[in-house]
């Protein structure tokens, strides 16, 4: 299996495959931590005093950083290498999935007739996915979340799933599920009266911060949408192959046809910045709509800009330009405050909060963080990093 | 025509236009080739390294024994650890010059070159 598939979906590498895929999350990890430092170092001592000798002024922003930086082979180093072994990643485990395609397709629909749990799966041969997803491999991953390589076909929730476990280097928890499990585990202590009977996850991809949400809640009826059928009908396999109902749905979060007020929680995670702005703003009032009065609309995202210092925004930023993400920037760019206001959720009603990774710190230490929330990010927000936490951000109907 | 023969292949390449990043010709492509390079000496060494493991273990192998091992816990610690310095080592030359960003500069000039 790929290190952290470890459900009935799991596929089987051979150890060439496995030693490529171990390599890959090294190799990443070189890049993102040793790498990174390096290009920190580096502009710090040279870039930085270069730029202040010529402006007489420390750089403003991360475009101006970013402008600076570029120039330096370093950065070129660092750049070639991410984009390489972005794509590397997806190709370790490719000719895997390739291999094991028809009995994943097989498996998929055996599990989707289960009884192991009462879960769902709608997906609409209509449907057409919108350009922002259909026109570019999102992230470098060949085929994207949405191409169909036959009728019923799951292939490509398996290459995201077996591409983000060697991608995330152990950050996103021995099941990939760290975000959903830190955020809900949060949301419960910090609201422990909260008790949301509907939950919606708008672009679930293949569920897998989904099912933390039916765990926590487990009375709770959790639905959970995405553009891409191949991500929902994997997506629905990997539940029921936890043993946990979720009703999965190809469909669009900008509009939805589930009913007004019909949801108490909305979340998201990773979504938004591969939204174009129009769909984001859109998004956001169809949460509003969604939302019973006193529901909760929370999505977990990469800070906002406004958050962040000169260097840390042209970091993050860095994939909106060259990792094909292209709504990454313009996201972070906005301010989820004045996105909500806009969408109907009133000013006094937005939260934010930075939350330590459950599977790094432990129950306790997302407990205790209930109490010590500063509204600030530092460089462990978002990255991967020893000691990441997870951003989020929402608003009370 | 067969379901097999009609069975399209997965698309292993990413659509769209690439940075060049670097300004010589072909640099670009040299780093994927190196990555790539150094990807595949990964696997040699890992396959050595079960190799090792095995004869260690039973003083004989066979190419099935080799095929069916599986590293345990702490071999696979240890391997993913030295994973992290054969990378190093591959692209110390990064590391060197972040590491001269600290060094005294206090060195004699070469002579002028001719």
């Not at chain 1, 509907?198 to 991809?205: A, K, N, S, W």
């Not at chain 1, 591969?274 to 990469?302: D, N, S, T, Y």
């Not at chain 2, 292949?9 to 390079?37: C, H, W």
């Amino acid at each position: 299996m790929t290190k952290y598939v470890h459900h009935e979906m799991k596929v089987a590498p051979t150890p060439e495959e496995a030693a490529r895929q171990t390599f890959m999350s090294s190799m990443r990890m070189y890049v993102l931590l040793d790498m990174a430092n390096g290009m920190r170092t580096v502009y710090d001592t040279e870039v930085a005093p270069k730029f202040e000798r010529k402006n007489k002024r420390a750089p403003r922003d991360g475009t101006e950083v970013h402008r600076a930086l570029k120039k330096d082979t370093f950065f070129k180093f660092y750049s070639s290498m991410r984009c390489n072994a972005q794509e590397m990643v997806f190709r370790s485990i490719l000719p895997t999935v390739e291999r094991s395609q028809d009995a994943l397709n097989k498996k998929a629909k055996v599990l989707s007739r289960s009884k192991k749990a009462a879960g769902t799966i709608e997906t609409d041969p209509s449907f057409v996915v919108p350009r922002s997803v259909a026109a570019i491999d999102v992230h470098r991953m060949p085929g994207n979340y949405d191409t169909e390589y036959g009728p019923d076909d799951v292939t490509q929730g398996a290459v995201y799933d077996n591409g983000i476990s060697v991608f995330s280097m152990g950050f996103f928890g021995d099941n990939l599920d760290d975000i959903g499990s830190s955020i809900s585990l949060f949301i419960k202590n910090k609201y422990p009266k909260f008790a949301p009977k509907r939950i919606l996850d708008m672009g679930c991809t293949i569920g897998h911060n989904t099912v933390p949400w039916a765990k926590i809640y487990p009375k709770s009826e959790v639905h959970a949408v995405d553009v891409s059928a191949p991500a929902v009908r994997y997506g629905h396999a990997r539940a029921q192959s936890d043993g946990v109902a979720v009703h999965f749905h190809q469909q669009n979060a900008e509009h939805t046809n589930f009913e007004d007020g019909s949801f108490d929680l909305i979340f998201s995670s990773m979504f938004l910045h591969e939204v174009p702005k129009k769909g984001i703003k859109k998004i956001f009032k169809e949460a509003h709509r969604l939302l019973k009065p006193g529901g909760l609309m929370l999505h977990m995202e990469l800070p906002p800009n406004k958050m962040l210092g000169a260097y840390d925004s042209f970091y993050l930023d860095w994939d909106s330009y060259y990792n094909k993400e292209p709504f990454y920037k313009p996201f972070r760019d906005l301010d989820p405050e004045v996105v909500s206001e806009n969408a109907g959720f009133a000013k006094n009603k937005f939260v934010q909060f930075i939350i330590p990774s459950v599977g790094q710190y432990g129950e306790k230490a997302v407990k205790d963080s209930v109490k010590k929330q500063t509204g600030k990010a530092d460089d462990q927000t978002g990255r991967f990093a020893a000691g990441i936490h997870w951003y989020c951000f929402g608003a009370w109907k | 025509m067969t379901a097999a023969a009609e069975k399209k292949p997965l698309r292993y390449s990413v659509r769209g236009k690439n940075t060049q990043f670097f300004s010589g010709e072909g640099v670009d492509e040299l780093v994927s080739i190196t990555m790539a390079l150094a990807q595949e000496l990964w696997v040699v060494k890992e396959r050595l390294a079960a190799f090792e493991a095995v004869a260690t273990k039973k003083k004989v192998f066979t190419a099935k024994e080799i095929e069916g091992f599986k590293f345990t816990p702490a071999q696979r610690a240890k391997l993913d650890a030295e994973s992290q310095a054969f990378i190093d080592r591959v692209f110390f030359v990064l590391r060197e010059r972040v590491e001269g960003l600290a060094a005294d500069p206090d060195e004699p000039p070469a002579p002028k070159e001719p």
